[in-house]
């Protein structure tokens, strides 16, 4: 497993796809390491693009160096800092960026604090938020909450077990015991220690970009200087976990960028695989779409 060392950092990364397909950036989410894109790293290969996936900070093969600093709890900020410094060392420079959950939020971080046309001379091509929010509201926050203390009074998996009820769609758990009995088989395997859940969990606790956005609106700028058109808020139709109306919320705070929506809920990237994928695939084409016609008219 290849891996590459930032200043605090030992980074575990995946890259799957041919040299010179356009990069494909994908973030996860919480307590998710790589694996969380098994189903979407073949078909984002095939479909012509060059995938690059990684262990957040505190999940999965991604380490501390030895006496570095790792700051508790985290932010979005810093996560976003982490993959900053990961594509330069791996010097990718162009890319298409693409979060969900958490990930969606670091996404957004990293968008704002290393938007196109800054010093840094690299290109994001375009944003995919999927199954996220500007920000967590009163019923999430006390969701979120509840997740700290169960996680302290009770386990990780407890808490992971739990999430799964409400991150799947019912017929997900009639209609296809094969695949829950991997979810369930892959919570038990979950090996994060308690320290390292709580400090990711603090993103998702935390994270607020309205205001962030609101100024940019009212800039008539777009998020990392993309024009909306190259922005896309993407919901599961059913998430209980991030409500679609959070993620509508975050689509109104982006003014014009597209929105999409498939079936299932926050787990709707492994539930409803190859929708997702068609969805996201069908946003980037688009945009290939879209560059080649102008290219056709100059």
Known sequence: MPFVATSSLNVHYQISGEEHYPWLVLINGLADDVSTWDPQVPAFAEAGYRVLTYDNRGIGRTTSLPDAKDPKPYTSELLANDLHELLNLLKIDKYHLLGISMGGMIAQS???????DSTEGSEILSLSLCCTYAAPSLFCSRMFALWADMAQRMSIRDVMKDVTLWAFTVPFFLNRPAEVKEVDEAMDGLQMPLEEYLAQLNVIQTFDSTAALAKLAAEGKGLANLPPSKVMVLAGVEDILIPVLLSSQLERAIPDCRWWTTRGGH?????????????VLQFLNSLQHRRKIVAKQQ
């Open 110 to 116: 990293f968008a704002l604090a290393y938007p196109n």
């Open 267 to 279: 787990a709707c990237s492994l539930e409803f695989s190859e929708e997702f994928n068609a969805s």
